[in-house]
């Protein structure tokens, strides 16, 4: 067995993220991809993506996958490695590739995903017997998964249903339901009515449950996913709600941002609202914690904001109701009446 990056006097981490990430390719400049002369190359994926903004929060994070044994998987491991992410139980496949995607930008943006037969869907029950998977996360407070993962392979479903199944104690799981119609068109998605159900943190949108189950309404996801502590359901741009499981409800409206590029934002207030979770701040703070974590990845190129400063942190989660809806995010900076 061969590992990413194996580093036996690592301490282990606070918070663990699973998942598969790929590399990316990025048109060099706007056109048929056909035209295209020169590819920019970046990694991209939801776990890794929320493992890296937590690793900013100061969270000490471990990210577990399976990489190819190619120049991608190295990009990928060393990336994430600079971003501060343990990467020690990431295990280098001998045989099968690191998934890949392209990002088409005419006649609209979209993308294309090469991953059928990657390394990542090879992962399966059998990491249990893996030594450094059991150190990396014996320890963790948190385990986040998502709804990528089943829907790569059978044996994909298989580890992500014993996981959430596994004893449990002192740790909490997260799952993001992160719907991939794509990826589920030849699978059965009731079967993340079940995943969600075993969590003890349940992410999703509002327009995913209505697209993957018709749930229409704040009150029909809680009755679809009653088991979870609590479910946070972002609406678009406009508010998150978390409905926990004693049915008390808190919302709070998002940042006004100008907006540089929308990718990875919702991992990015997954990791904030996390952060905030093991730090035991309260629900609104959690919050409020997610979408200023959000706004940086919207004002930033990429998938990853720079994070704010601590002091600016606290006054943001300190601010009034009326400063907070007065508060604006741009790539130049934040203006805030909390700040004054």
């Known amino acids: 067995m061969i590992y990413a990056g194996a580093d036996p006097a690592a301490p282990n981490p606070q918070a ?11 048109p060099g400049h706007p056109g048929p991809t056909e035209s295209v002369e020169q590819f920019l190359v970046g990694v991209g994926g939801a776990e890794s993506n929320v493992a890296c903004g937590l690793a900013g929060h100061g969270i000490t ?6 990489v190819g044994d190619d120049a991608f998987g190295r990009r990928i491991t060393s990336e994430l490695t600079a971003r501060g992410v343990d990467v020690s139980a990431v295990t280098v496949d001998p045989l099968r590739p690191t998934g890949l995607y392209l990002k088409e930008t005419h006649p609209h943006s979209r993308m294309r995903y090469y991953r059928t037969g990657s390394a990542a869907s090879a992962l399966g029950p059998d990491i249990f017997t893996n030594p450094v998977f059991n150190r990396v996360v014996s320890g963790a407070r948190l385990l986040h998964l998502s ?3 089943p829907a790569l392979s059978d044996s994909c479903l298989g580890l992500i249903r014993a996981l959430l199944t596994a004893p449990r104690p002192g740790r909490t799981v997260s799952f993001d339901l992160n719907w991939r119609p794509a990826l589920w068109r030849d699978r059965d998605p009731a079967v993340l009515l079940e995943l969600g159900n075993a969590a003890d943190l349940l992410f999703l949108g509002a327009d995913e449950a209505e697209a993957a189950f018709g749930l229409g309404s704040d009150a029909a996801i809680r009755a679809a996913f009653p088991a979870p502590a609590t479910v946070v359901v972002k609406n678009s741009e406009h508010h998150v709600t978390a409905l926990n499981a004693d049915g008390t409800t808190v919302s709070e409206p998002a940042l006004l941002v100008e907006v540089v590029e929308p990718t ?11 952060a905030a979770t093991l ?4 629900q609104r703070s959690r919050l409020r914690l997610g979408h200023i974590t959000a706004a940086t990845a919207l004002t930033s190129h990429g998938d990853h904001g720079v994070p704010q400063s601590p002091e600016l942190t606290a006054a943001l989660l300190a601010a009034s109701p009326d400063q907070w809806a007065a508060t604006r995010v741009a790539a130049a900076g934040i203006h805030s009446p909390a700040l004054f």
């Open 16 to 26: 663990v993220c699973l998942g598969e990430t790929m590399a990316v390719l990025l």
């Open 61 to 66: 994070t471990a990210w577990i996958s399976r």
């Open 264 to 274: 990875g934002a919702g991992d990015a207030f997954a990791a904030g609202y996390l």
């Open 147 to 149: 709804g990528i993962t």
């Open 279 to 282: 730090r035991g701040l309260d």
